[in-house]
């Protein structure tokens, strides 16, 4: 639920973007330009993998996890580089508790800022996802719901953990925890691939349960998979978003 607060923090990162909203276009077309090369291409020369019993063709593979790479780099962006901009050179939020507004209310704010982004990505992809006829059931209507879920659990996360970097050069650990999670996480091949243990650590990464869970819903081979990642993704999101304001509250406060 969006409070008078939370939303008056929406609407001034909404005017601060309204003149290069095109930034939110570059991060749309990223994942867009990997489905077209690696689902579309490699696609090609593959005949596809097996998902709740039946085959499904390489780029319905990888479209959903995509989908929920998009999800997550939308909410990091802005939670970590932005949000750090704004609590270390800006003084924003020095600014903002100088009125009514708490380190809650701009936790949550920004929180729902990131979101924001990370389903305007989200739901640009579905949308191509749907023209190039890689959506097979109406289970994906839950779809855009679970990229929010995504967003919220690593949004909370990325901006717990941006109160604890001191300069721009922490900022190489976002690329280096974000990109394995991106190659590695069952988006371009099925976990099976991996020996046993290897797995496991796989299937307890965030992205992987984000995966998980977009590919079900697309290609409706719902599983309990669907229901372990919605409990982990949303416990992920509440552990971020009050270690957040916790920090909030030891960094602005004291």
Known sequence: MVTASTGLILQR?????????????????????????????????????????REIA?????APGMLAASAMNGAVLDSTFNFFFKLKYSKLFDQMLATPLTTSDIARGELAWSLLRGGLYSLGFLLVMLAMGLVSSWWAVLVLPAALLIGLAFGAVA?????FMRSW????????TTLPMFLFSATFFPVTTYPGALRWVVEATPLYRGVV????????????DSA????????MGLVGLVVARRRLDSLLLT
Do not use: H, K
């Open 169 to 176: 050069q922490d900022f190489e650990l976002v690329t280096l």
């Open 159 to 163: 901006m717990a953990l941006t109160t």
């Open 58 to 62: 390489y780029a319905e593979f990888v």
């Open 228 to 235: 372990v990642s919605v409990v982990y993704l949303v416990a």
């Open 213 to 224: 869970l977009c590919r079900e819903l697309t290609t409706g081979a719902v599983s309990w």
């Open 13 to 53: 990162n909404f005017l601060a973007y309204r003149r290069v909203w095109w930034i939110f276009a570059t991060g749309f077309l990223e994942p867009v330009l990997y489905l077209f090369s690696i689902g579309v291409g490699v696609g090609a020369l593959i005949s596809g993998f097996e998902v709740g019993g």
